[in-house]
């Protein structure tokens, strides 16, 4: 379990991931964090947060998209394996 801080606040995280991805997930978040700070300087820390929020759905949605067609193109390939088999098959009895 590690203890990260976000905006002065503490947070005691319990996850699936490693300690090193923990640590890599967190500087990535206050990297991210810092960054909407600055672009959005008149924006409070709930704002900021809400705003990754969204980023991160945006995301979400996007590799969704992929993953949707990848899982199409292995489902395609499947088939045509199935077919490739079933002429094999049909040419073998024949011989």
Request: hydrophobic share 35%; net charge positive.
């Amino acid at each position: 379990m590690e203890k990260l801080e976000i905006f002065g606040k503490k947070y005691q995280i319990q996850s699936g991931l490693s300690s090193e991805e923990v640590i890599r997930m967190y500087r990535e978040i206050v990297k991210r964090l810092k960054t909407l700070s600055l672009e959005y300087p008149r924006l409070d820390k709930v704002d900021i947060l809400v705003l990754y929020v969204i980023e991160l759905n945006e995301k979400i949605i996007e590799m969704e998209k992929v993953l949707k067609k990848e899982v199409k193109k292995i489902e395609e390939i499947r088939t045509k394996i199935f077919r490739l088999e079933g002429k094999i098959k049909e040419k073998s009895k024949k011989s």
